[in-house]
């Protein structure tokens, strides 16, 4: 069986990219696979990746770059027997509305069938939506979503189509990184901030109030242990649009103005070396979910700010300890600080749900594959 995965891959995201190299991994080891994938080339994967030429219209926003992306699917859906959504907020309200119903009508002529793998699904904010995801879901082969609310939506819904609980893919990376731990005289806090409401017309109040709150809980942190700290900035998206670069910037201005001693380090196109880069910190604040996930996975001390409902998904799934969690609307560098500084000073339990308990469920991803 010819197998592609698809998703938003090779568009300068960390936590995408990391979907493709455990998607590939996953299939190799226990499908016996070598499937396509489509979008631009990642770093360190061995596959066949089909967007080779004109890489920057293929990532762009714009009108012919959806144009582009449709007609890489359709050479897709011609070629292989399962197109694979792996990874991601990928059937909601407000991710790929065109594209999914796009995909629906090719299903539709016979051309292959869909399935998807480490999925969320919604939310959704009209039963307009709600009926499409339906009828487009019960035209799927195989579904495995990766949180609870995912799979208690898919029982809500009534979908036909065999679905499992089987956690975010990137649970299977620790299977391929070999990071040791390095032991450093100072202690190092990787940070990834991002931001959110500016991109999907929420409340910019929101958002600059929350930054600004993080940036001086993490100066006063860094002030706080300035003999002994490093704080390492992680910027996890690249995209000239959507990125992270220039509020990575603006806390590294201000730790900088304060002396504190900082890194910077920039994802590129290689997600088992920024992999690598989390897991080496021995705290970690993550607005980006695969900030967290890794750092989970890594067994690193961290805290997710809840600013979408798949972080509150991720943390509910692992029940995360209530006193460290940090809502969408906070704006209290005070908490923010004392969260913080309870990681540096103290070693209690931040999840009851194991990593390697994670691991587990993420390989039945793929095991639970009816083409085995």
């Given amino acids: 069986m010819n197998i592609a995965f698809t998703g938003y891959y090779g568009m300068n995201n960390y936590g995408d990219d990391l979907f493709v190299l455990a998607s590939v991994y996953g ?16 770093k360190g994967i061995n596959a ?24 890489v699917m359709l050479a897709a859906f011609i070629k292989n027997d399962n197109i694979i959504l792996a990874g991601g907020s990928t059937i909601s309200s407000d991710t790929s509305i065109r594209m999914r119903r796009f995909q629906g009508q090719l299903m539709d002529l016979g051309l292959a069938k869909m399935s998807a793998i480490g999925v969320s699904i919604g939310p959704f904010s009209s039963e307009k939506d709600i009926i499409e995801a339906k009828n487009l879901l019960n035209k799927f082969e195989y579904i495995s ?30 299977s391929i990184s070999s990071e040791k731990k390095i ?29 600004q709150a993080i940036i001086s809980a993490i100066k006063r942190i860094g002030l706080k242990n300035k003999e002994n700290i490093i704080v390492r900035v992680c910027v996890l998206n690249t995209h000239s649009e959507l990125g992270d670069i220039a509020i990575s910037n603006k806390l590294l201005k201000e730790l900088n103005k304060q002396g504190i001693e900082t890194q910077r380090v920039i ?3 290689d997600p088992l070396q920024m992999w690598e880069e989390i897991v080496s910190c021995d705290v970690f604040f ?21 600013y979408h409902e798949k972080c509150t998904s991720f943390l509910n799934d692992i029940e995360y300890n209530e006193t460290l969690r940090i809502k969408a609307d906070s704006k209290d560098e ?23 308990d994670y691991m587990k469920d993420t390989q039945n991803t793929f095991l639970e594959a009816p083409w085995i």
């Fill in 48 to 71: 066949d990746f089909k967007v080779t030429k004109f890489e920057g219209l293929y990532s762009g926003n714009g009108i012919l770059n959806k144009l582009y992306r449709m007609q």
């Fill in 286 to 306: 993550s607005v980006r979910l695969h900030g967290a996930i890794t750092a989970f996975l890594g067994e690193v001390p961290f805290v997710l700010v809840e």
């Fill in 145 to 174: 979503v990766r949180d609870q609310n995912s799979y208690n939506t898919l029982k809500e819904l009534n979908i036909q189509t065999p679905f499992i609980l089987g956690r975010d893919i990137a649970g299977i990376i620790p």
């Fill in 27 to 42: 299939a190799n080891k226990y499908w016996g696979s070598s499937p396509e994938v489509i979008g631009s080339k990642v």
């Fill in 334 to 356: 005070e908490s923010i600080y004392i969260i913080l500084n309870k990681l540096f000073s103290e070693s209690g339990v931040i999840s009851n749900l194991k990593p390697r």
């Fill in 183 to 211: 032991v450093n005289n100072s202690k190092i806090l990787g940070v990834s901030i991002c931001n959110y409401e500016s991109y999907t017309g929420g409340s910019l109040k929101q958002e600059n109030e929350r930054n």
């Fill in 267 to 269: 994802y590129e196109d």
